[in-house]
């Protein structure tokens, strides 16, 4: 029998497309899906894989329980009791801040996850709660929190309409974009320029898009913030008036010009590495275009002025006029959120690390501080750890203390497709089903997209696996205390009607004062996130309202439409995003201003002259989650050391043999690649390596191992934020 499905690519932020077929209850083919209305046909080499990670021998198909130093198969029943049974030992001993929790990324692409995040975090009562977020974007978070009034109103480049890109730390045509949804990423930068616009790289490697960019300016490692400062400084000297539609919307621009007066393109020049003059040239350019926007990514976040650079951004798509407008930055408008919604001013602080003091952002803890919470001994030591869609092992700073640290937890629980390098250490693996066997929206990426759109996929084939839903469900119902035979259909319906009854309450919902159970069986019977996003959707900007608005969106018409549904370019909502207290654009926050003298501090001291490390994106790896796939790892290693052929030559390394890397934290061989595509004194190592531990059990990973660049990383991290310092790290470098 053969049979075609579409379904959405959950890999990456793209979220392409996929059109599957399917021959006998078997993959045949998977490629791109060209009638997806934001991916029309486009695929990257990593989405025509899920077929083998759905077929992979070495995915869990059960739970699995260490004995003795060894995993072994076991029933849900047998490990559900066993994870009530430590749970109650360990926080009746030692209190709920004894269990910590970590949230991979994946979460973020799985709705039902976010869905059941939510109240299992809530059931675990604990503060110490970490995610990837603080080794990757949480200053984009902040800096967003801080100037729009909520971490997640990130302005997004319009790739599609903008006529000039300045782009820092981001190297789409290998990832494909991040906090910017934009499948064929490349494609839409390649039509800029057939338009007649520009786009700029600013980025320490000449990466594949910096080769394809019209300028490629090679800055020297966390030097963003700097350099974003001095054009803005250039801006400013020309005294520029805000544009109309911001005139009345922002508090601080007056004092902007006196703030950012110590970094001139000339001050900064030593510390950037960029030519003042080329400084200049680009603040001409940026204040001249049309339609420009300002994008910094991965790059500009993972630094130790990561939140100034994130903010940086911004102010330059303020003080250009394109925050807000058709090409500039813009504001999408995903359709499962309310349009009326009443946002809470943006706070950070609410608790802070036992050890450090960091503060809580977002509702987490900086993951780089997860360490000492677990080997510091006293009142509130992490004692148990539970990690979800995570390798923390291989992608958070520090790891040979991470590991050593994770030995010595009581219990450690991980929800994970595979045993790699964290879940070995877990007392009691819980693995969800492929993504082949999941329906998908898109319920974060959404919020970053670059047009206006939905789409919703059922699941390809049907699994008597348990969902991972279900499986967070059954953990939150152990962290409430309503045990290991809690029937989570009971608790997810509770749920949801508790959800509705809020809803109807509130005065300003679409649905206010009407019957909780007419909405509650107007959702029918599928399952229960299915449920939970219909009546997101239905309750959103778009949405019927429960046939208040006849037309409006339904879950039942996204199943219709599954190539999804296009809403449009982007439309100027500035009013609607703003949630500062002042109602407006807070151009010039304390938390950042603030720290402007150590910038100033750092710029003053300029380099030693010290080799740095920067990470790399790679096109075949998502992170570390594609690396047990024999078609994406086999070719020319691709864990190498990047290194400009003048600074071989001073250290005497020799292409393809190895160098030993060293850091403050550690040290790693590896094998070096001689490019001239990367500046001199900056190498480079990927990130998402270091496989084949004891343990693990990935068999392709494990031949094609390479490194785990964390080992060098330290543990610094970003002090507004506190995310990790990823990027600018000082190593030394000689042969191995
Ligand atoms: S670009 Fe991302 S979403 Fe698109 S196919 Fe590749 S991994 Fe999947």
Same mark, same amino acid.
């Given at each position: 029998m053969e049979r075609t499905a579409f379904r959405t690519c959950?890999?990456?932020?793209?979220s392409c497309g996929l059109e599957i077929e399917i021959v006998d209850q078997r993959v045949k083919r998977i490629r791109g899906?060209?009638?997806? *209305?934001?991916?029309?046909g486009f695929i990257c080499?990593?989405?025509?894989?899920l077929k083998q990670l759905y077929e992979? %021998?070495?995915?869990?198909?059960t739970p699995v329980i260490k004995e003795d130093g060894h995993h072994r198969p076991a029933s849900w029943e047998e490990a559900y009791a066993l994870i009530a049974d430590r749970w109650g030992q360990i926080t009746d001993q030692?209190?709920?801040?004894a269990a910590a929790v970590y949230l991979g990324n994946p979460n973020a692409h799985q709705f039902e996850n976010s869905l059941a995040l939510r109240p299992l975090i809530k059931a675990m009562a604990t503060k110490n709660v970490f995610s990837a977020s603080s080794v990757d974007q949480l200053p984009k978070h902040v800096s967003a929190g801080l100037m729009f009034?909520?971490?997640?109103s990130i302005p997004v480049p319009d790739l599609d309409r903008t006529d000039y890109l300045l782009m820092l730390g981001a190297n789409p045509y290998e990832s494909n974009g991040s906090l910017c949804t934009a499948p064929d990423f490349p494609g839409r930068l390649e039509r800029l320029q057939e338009r007649g616009g520009k786009f700029v790289v600013v980025d320490p490697r000449r990466t594949k898009t910096a080769a394809k960019a019209d300028r490629w300016i090679a800055i020297n490692p966390g030097a963003d913030a700097a350099f974003l400062l001095a054009i803005a400084n250039a801006i400013l000297e020309e005294r520029p008036a805000l544009a109309d539609h911001l005139r009345h919307r922002v508090d601080g621009f007056d004092a902007l010009p006196d703030l950012v007066a110590p970094f001139t393109p000339e001050a900064t020049a030593a510390f950037t590495g960029v030519d003042a003059a080329v400084t200049r040239a680009v603040a001409k350019e940026l204040a001249k275009a049309e339609r420009a926007a300002v994008y910094g990514r991965i790059g500009t976040h993972t630094v130790a002025f990561g939140t100034t650079a994130s903010w940086a951004v911004d102010v330059l798509n303020v003080i250009t006029g394109n925050l807000d407008r058709a090409g500039g930055a813009m504001f999408p408008y995903p359709?499962?959120?309310?349009?009326q919604r009443a946002r809470r001013p943006f706070v950070m602080g609410r608790w802070h690390g036992r050890v450090s003091g960091r503060p809580e952002i977002i509702g987490e803890l900086p993951v780089a501080s997860l360490i000492e919470e677990m080997v510091? %001994? !006293?009142? !509130?030591? *992490?004692r148990m750890l539970l990690t979800l869609a995570g390798n923390p092992a291989l992608t958070t700073p520090n790891s040979a203390a991470f590991e050593e640290a994770l030995e010595g937890l009581d219990f450690m629980v991980s929800v994970d497709v595979y045993l790699n390098e964290t879940s070995r250490h877990a007392d009691v693996v819980l693995p969800p089903p492929s993504a082949l066997e999941r329906s998908h929206y898109d319920l974060a990426f959404t919020g970053f997209s670059v047009r206006d759109y939905a789409d919703y996929s059922p699941p390809v084939f049907e699994t008597e696996a348990a969902s991972e839903f279900e499986i967070l469900v059954r953990l939150a119902a152990i962290f409430s205390g $309503?045990?290991?035979?809690?029937?989570p259909d009971l608790l997810a319906a509770g749920a949801l009607t508790s959800a509705i009854q809020a809803e109807v309450q509130r005065?300003?919902?679409?649905?206010?004062? #009407?019957?909780p159970t007419e909405i509650l069986e107007a959702l029918?019977?599928?399952p229960w996130p299915e449920r939970n996003l219909d009546f997101l959707l239905r309750i959103?900007?778009?949405?019927?309202h429960f046939g208040a608005v006849p037309d409006g969106l339904t879950l039942q018409k996204l199943e219709g439409n599954p190539h999804g549904i296009d809403f449009g370019p982007l439309l100027p909502r500035l009013d609607q995003v703003l949630a500062t207290a002042s109602g407006?654009?807070?151009?010039?926050p304390e938390a950042i201003i603030s720290d402007l003298p150590r910038l100033a501090q750092a710029v003053a001291q300029g380099r030693n002259g010290g080799a740095m490390l920067v990470g790399r994106r790679q096109l075949r790896s998502a992170n570390s989650w594609t690396h047990n796939v024999e078609v994406l790892m086999?070719?020319?290693? #691709?864990?190498t050391l990047e290194v400009h052929p003048d600074d071989a030559e001073r250290w005497g390394l020799v292409h393809g043999e190895k160098a030993l890397v060293a850091s403050a934290a550690g040290k790693v061989e590896v094998p070096v690649e001689i490019t001239a595509d990367i500046r001199p004194g900056v190498v480079s190592i990927p990130y998402g390596w270091g496989h084949g #531990?004891?343990?693990?059990?990935m068999k392709v990973a494990a031949a094609y191992?390479? *490194?785990? *660049?964390? $080992?060098?990383?330290? !543990?610094?991290?970003?002090?507004?934020?506190?995310?990790?310092?990823?990027?600018?790290i000082p190593v030394t470098v000689g042969p191995a």
């Amino acid at each position: 029998m053969e049979r075609t499905a579409f379904r959405t690519c959950p890999l990456c932020e793209a979220s392409c497309g996929l059109e599957i077929e399917i021959v006998d209850q078997r993959v045949k083919r998977i490629r791109g899906d060209r009638s997806h *209305v934001m991916s029309a046909g486009f695929i990257c080499p990593k989405g025509s894989t899920l077929k083998q990670l759905y077929e992979d %021998p070495d995915r869990l198909r059960t739970p699995v329980i260490k004995e003795d130093g060894h995993h072994r198969p076991a029933s849900w029943e047998e490990a559900y009791a066993l994870i009530a049974d430590r749970w109650g030992q360990i926080t009746d001993q030692y209190g709920r801040d004894a269990a910590a929790v970590y949230l991979g990324n994946p979460n973020a692409h799985q709705f039902e996850n976010s869905l059941a995040l939510r109240p299992l975090i809530k059931a675990m009562a604990t503060k110490n709660v970490f995610s990837a977020s603080s080794v990757d974007q949480l200053p984009k978070h902040v800096s967003a929190g801080l100037m729009f009034g909520h971490p997640l109103s990130i302005p997004v480049p319009d790739l599609d309409r903008t006529d000039y890109l300045l782009m820092l730390g981001a190297n789409p045509y290998e990832s494909n974009g991040s906090l910017c949804t934009a499948p064929d990423f490349p494609g839409r930068l390649e039509r800029l320029q057939e338009r007649g616009g520009k786009f700029v790289v600013v980025d320490p490697r000449r990466t594949k898009t910096a080769a394809k960019a019209d300028r490629w300016i090679a800055i020297n490692p966390g030097a963003d913030a700097a350099f974003l400062l001095a054009i803005a400084n250039a801006i400013l000297e020309e005294r520029p008036a805000l544009a109309d539609h911001l005139r009345h919307r922002v508090d601080g621009f007056d004092a902007l010009p006196d703030l950012v007066a110590p970094f001139t393109p000339e001050a900064t020049a030593a510390f950037t590495g960029v030519d003042a003059a080329v400084t200049r040239a680009v603040a001409k350019e940026l204040a001249k275009a049309e339609r420009a926007a300002v994008y910094g990514r991965i790059g500009t976040h993972t630094v130790a002025f990561g939140t100034t650079a994130s903010w940086a951004v911004d102010v330059l798509n303020v003080i250009t006029g394109n925050l807000d407008r058709a090409g500039g930055a813009m504001f999408p408008y995903p359709s499962h959120i309310g349009s009326q919604r009443a946002r809470r001013p943006f706070v950070m602080g609410r608790w802070h690390g036992r050890v450090s003091g960091r503060p809580e952002i977002i509702g987490e803890l900086p993951v780089a501080s997860l360490i000492e919470e677990m080997v510091t %001994p !006293g009142e !509130g030591q *992490v004692r148990m750890l539970l990690t979800l869609a995570g390798n923390p092992a291989l992608t958070t700073p520090n790891s040979a203390a991470f590991e050593e640290a994770l030995e010595g937890l009581d219990f450690m629980v991980s929800v994970d497709v595979y045993l790699n390098e964290t879940s070995r250490h877990a007392d009691v693996v819980l693995p969800p089903p492929s993504a082949l066997e999941r329906s998908h929206y898109d319920l974060a990426f959404t919020g970053f997209s670059v047009r206006d759109y939905a789409d919703y996929s059922p699941p390809v084939f049907e699994t008597e696996a348990a969902s991972e839903f279900e499986i967070l469900v059954r953990l939150a119902a152990i962290f409430s205390g $309503f045990g290991p035979e809690a029937d989570p259909d009971l608790l997810a319906a509770g749920a949801l009607t508790s959800a509705i009854q809020a809803e109807v309450q509130r005065g300003d919902s679409p649905i206010s004062g #009407r019957d909780p159970t007419e909405i509650l069986e107007a959702l029918g019977d599928r399952p229960w996130p299915e449920r939970n996003l219909d009546f997101l959707l239905r309750i959103g900007n778009r949405g019927d309202h429960f046939g208040a608005v006849p037309d409006g969106l339904t879950l039942q018409k996204l199943e219709g439409n599954p190539h999804g549904i296009d809403f449009g370019p982007l439309l100027p909502r500035l009013d609607q995003v703003l949630a500062t207290a002042s109602g407006r654009i807070e151009l010039t926050p304390e938390a950042i201003i603030s720290d402007l003298p150590r910038l100033a501090q750092a710029v003053a001291q300029g380099r030693n002259g010290g080799a740095m490390l920067v990470g790399r994106r790679q096109l075949r790896s998502a992170n570390s989650w594609t690396h047990n796939v024999e078609v994406l790892m086999k070719g020319r290693e #691709r864990c190498t050391l990047e290194v400009h052929p003048d600074d071989a030559e001073r250290w005497g390394l020799v292409h393809g043999e190895k160098a030993l890397v060293a850091s403050a934290a550690g040290k790693v061989e590896v094998p070096v690649e001689i490019t001239a595509d990367i500046r001199p004194g900056v190498v480079s190592i990927p990130y998402g390596w270091g496989h084949g #531990r004891l343990g693990s059990a990935m068999k392709v990973a494990a031949a094609y191992a390479g *490194v785990n *660049v964390n $080992f060098l990383s330290d !543990g610094s991290i970003d002090p507004i934020s506190g995310n990790a310092v990823l990027n600018g790290i000082p190593v030394t470098v000689g042969p191995a």
